[in-house]
């Protein structure tokens, strides 16, 4: 009888410790979990589900190791403008954020008005830029994870837009201070809000129009506007941004994993939206619509009102601006 519960209870204390080995083991291989915020404030646009398929892949890939939520744009107290420090700040792990120049001026450099015609140019000066955008994002303690791009941010409103001259007088919503000097020299009034504000302030009457894709926001506010004046201001990147911290806390395999999938969907993502914006461009002219294409004439006065400030703008800013503008113009020809 005796051996029989020395057996039992041997056969007890060998259990136990499968399970806390067990235990241990779940702890030491804790799942992760990020809140992610976006400026984006509509589910339905292409960049948004790209994102959620993003965080789809990723909890797939690392076999539920690392769990992204998307946060859109309102949902959370965070400025559009203030989501690179949310995320340097921890309060959300990762950013998908286009409003990052005011924290990182160096990546205004490729957003310059008309400084960019296509998108090859973009992705040659995106490549000479993001070294210095990188080391900017180090001192904040941020990772660049990745970035997808917008096609063609021109110009949207509720009144009469078909020519440059139009551009005087109406209040048109920026993104950034680049874009709002670009409206003011053409005689318009800039008006910075996040994408969350947009709709009611059209509705209200706050802003006359805006500047955004196609694929972005124009198919979104369509019933808000009547106008598209197809002149490209710039293309726009949006960073996908991770808090240095919560990456480093990750395994080396989990980085790698997330790494190749946000490299996979932001491509993904770039790609759809460069691929339906004349689709839907086309799909709003029939809805009624006003598409007006620029002129030769009006590109070539709007480049040569721009000219100088490109100049400009780069002689105001750090060595880092400079410099990369420096490696830049000679690449895209100017």
């Known amino acids: 009888m005796r051996i029989s519960n020395r057996a039992g209870t041997r056969a007890a204390v060998m259990a136990l410790a499968a399970v806390m080995a067990c235990a241990i083991g779940g702890i030491a291989q804790a799942a992760d979990f ?19 398929g993003m965080f789809d892949a990723i909890k797939k890939e690392t076999g539920g190791q690392l769990t992204v939520r998307l946060n859109l744009g309102g949902t959370l ?55 210095y955008l990188r080391a900017e994002y180090a001192k904040k303690d941020v990772v660049i994870l990745g970035r997808y791009i917008f096609p063609n941010n021109v110009l949207w409103s509720r009144k009469k837009l078909t020519s440059l001259a139009d551009i005087e007088g109406q209040k048109i919503r920026v993104i950034a201070p680049e874009q709002a000097d670009f409206i003011k020299m053409l005689g318009g009034i800039p008006v910075t809000l996040g994408t969350a504000e947009v709709a009611a302030a059209i509705d209200r009457g706050v802003i006359d129009g805006a500047i955004t894709a196609s694929s972005g926001y124009g198919y979104v506010w369509r019933d808000l506007l009547k106008y598209s004046y197809r002149l490209n201001i710039s293309f726009i990147d949006s960073l996908v941004l991770v808090n240095k ?11 790698k994993t997330v790494q190749a999938v946000v490299d996979e969907h932001t491509r993904r993502i770039t790609d759809a939206m460069a691929a339906e914006e004349d689709d839907v461009t086309r799909k709003l ?30 002689g105001t800013r750090s060595g880092a601006a400079q410099e990369a503008m420096q490696k830049i113009l000679p690449v895209i020809g100017r």
């Open 34 to 52: 990020w809140r992610a915020y976006t400026y984006n404030a509509v589910a339905t646009v292409t960049a948004v589900k790209g994102l959620n």
């Open 77 to 131: 107290p965070i400025a559009a403008t203030n989501i690179t420090q949310a995320v340097a700040d921890n309060v959300v792990q990762l950013g998908d954020d286009a409003f990052f120049v005011g924290s990182a001026p160096v990546g205004a450099v490729v957003r310059l008005p008309l400084l960019i015609r296509s998108m090859g140019e973009f992705e040659k000066a995106w490549d000479i830029e993001a070294p």
């Open 245 to 255: 911290g919560a990456w480093d806390k990750l395994s080396p395999d989990t980085r």
């Open 285 to 314: 002219a029939a809805e009624g619509m006003v598409v007006t294409e620029p002129t030769k004439a009006d590109i070539a006065t709007a480049e040569a009102r721009m000219a100088p400030y490109w100049k400009s703008w780069a």
